[in-house]
């Protein structure tokens, strides 16, 4: 499109009062609008070019007041940060992006939030048909890029202006945030030059078109709406177990307490709480406790362990799988009977209770108490005594412990330890979360990962977002810690560079083995060559994390004891990066 240049003495911005407003910018409102009056909060946009109609109309809306805009560079940290928000906020989320390669690096969030059932709504521009196919720069076969991911796909014309199109943008929306309420969904809208021009007015929220009211439709992820019809009935026995993987929630710990069963309850899951909670539920599925086992309850996605899979796949044990969000329904055995939602009919035998889960709980503490006791509780009698040798011996044992070098089991205990209701806490799939899940005690408290896939990549962008949507949400957001090795903060460094507004804390406690040793407990660390093995699977690093930190604007210190890793836990920088050195492991 022509201009005419503005005057010397005018500022540059005059131009934009005089454009038309194109096509694209009013296709553009109207969709992201109509998203908006259906429960679209949050937009986290990449720059480009192709989409500016997109961007643009998000920040008029933004200015407005009406949705909250991210901006990151780089597309695949857009596409965590989207992700990390719909967790927390349980809404859908959109991401914006430009054509080309822009569109791929979104796919390693689409592949997660499609096996955890997150609703994320992708918004990827692209060219007009005639520019397909003929070699036009930046562009690509995007229709179906993200294949069975994405629970709906539409490639969406370029709009002309023509009479109704606003009213076909609102009903796209409005079926488009109802498919997002299972998992992702992709929008590929061709826009036509030119992109942009005059801003274009926001409309009434009366003006939504006929079917697409917002008091219609369940946005809500699956996981938060009322369950299906297939509702089975259990009575309570004293060979069930309930089993809580990743995503579970709260509901595992109430089934368990009314089917009088123990629960084996994954640190991620939700559920790890209560009386009948078993920490060390590996030892004691390996023993005759879990050959007791006649029934198991799953729900979530159980992912940390190898005893809980081969337990389901025995045949003497009954299995009925709760149908949790996401792309497929557990079931390691291909055996399981797979329901909406279980009800408990009759209460457990009191009695029954005290030998059965009694017997779980004991055993998981004995097993605690006999591999890695915890420490002693101090004498504070002995800090007060008239005796100035027992006083001085209560200080060399206080200095001792405050000395200790930290290792995975330490830190792993103290950041859950530190971590509280009004917290967040986010763990990488590396070592660390099988460490903090063999240990660490119960407390309800709000934990996520990244387990649909257990990918290693975008575990700090996800945070970053759980950060922003509970500073949103819940006004006594605390911080969000993340515990994670050297190489997940690595894979995300892209992530530390984006800028995060004030009130958002936080806090990541990297344990830096200085490569992947989470290889070394697999077979191939016994059987493969050692100097092909370091270099193509612990792959080791020299990154200068402290530098790396500094580099985004982000707080560091470092934790080599114990004291240093009790006053990192309580620092006041919002943004910090704790490295823990764990060479000598």
Known sequence: ??????????????????????????????????????????????????????????????????????????????????????VESGRPVAVIC??????????????????????????????????????????????????????????????????????????????????????????????????????????????IADGADASEMDARPAWQRTPGPNVIDLEPDDATVVIAGHGAGARAEELAAALGAPLIAEVSSGARFGRHAVVAYREVLRGPHGEAVGRAVVLGHPTLSREVPALLERDDVEVIVVRAPGADAYNPGRRARVVDDVRVIGKPDP???????????????????????????????????????????????????????????????????????????VIAASRLIREADRIVSGKNI??????????????IATATGIALAARDTAPQAGTTRVLLGDLALIHDAGALLAPLPEGVRVHLFVGNDRGGTIFDQLEVAATANPD????????????????????GGWAYRKASTRADLDDALTAPEPLLVVEVPLDDE
């Open 1 to 86: 499109m022509t201009t005419t240049p503005p005057a010397p003495e005018q500022p540059a911005s005059a131009e934009h009062s005089i454009a038309p407003v194109s096509p694209a910018a009013e296709a553009a409102m109207a969709l992201l609008h109509g998203m908006h009056a259906l429960g679209l909060e949050d937009v986290v946009v990449s720059p480009g070019s192709r989409s500016q109609a997109l961007a643009l109309a998000a920040a008029a809306l933004e200015r407005a007041g009406l949705l909250r805009v991210h901006v990151r560079i780089d597309e695949r940290v857009a596409g965590f940060t989207a992700l990390g928000l719909a």
């Open 98 to 207: 430009t054509s080309g390669t822009a569109v791929a690096n979104l796919h390693p969030a689409v592949l997660e939030a499609h096996h955890s059932g997150v609703p994320l709504v992708l918004l990827t521009a692209d060219r007009p048909r005639e520019l397909r196919g003929i070699g036009a720069n930046q562009t690509t076969n995007q229709v179906g890029i993200f294949g069975d991911m994405v629970t709906a796909d539409w490639d969406v014309d370029a709009p002309t202006g023509a009479p109704g199109e606003a009213d076909d943008m609102r009903e796209l929306a409005a079926v488009a945030m109802r498919a997002a309420a299972d998992g992702p969904v992709h929008l590929n809208l061709a826009y036509r030059e030119p992109l942009s021009g005059a801003e274009p007015s926001i409309p009434d929220i009366a003006s």
């Open 351 to 425: 009695q029954a209770v005290r030998r059965w889960v009694g017997g779980w709980v004991a055993m998981s503490r004995a097993v605690l108490e006999s591999t890695a006791p915890d420490d002693p509780a101090p004498d504070l009698e002995q800090s007060a005594s008239t005796d100035m040798s027992v006083r001085l011996a209560f200080a060399k044992a206080e200095a001792a412990i405050l000395r200790q070098r930290v290792d995975r089991r330490m830190l792993a205990k103290a950041v859950w330890a530190s971590t509280w209701p009004h917290d967040r806490l």
């Open 446 to 459: 709000r934990v996520h990962a990244n387990r649909g896939l257990a990918g290693i990549d975008g575990t």
């Open 532 to 551: 092909d093995y370091a270099k193509v699977m612990r792959t080791p690093h020299a990154v200068d994390i402290e530098a790396l930190a500094k580099a």
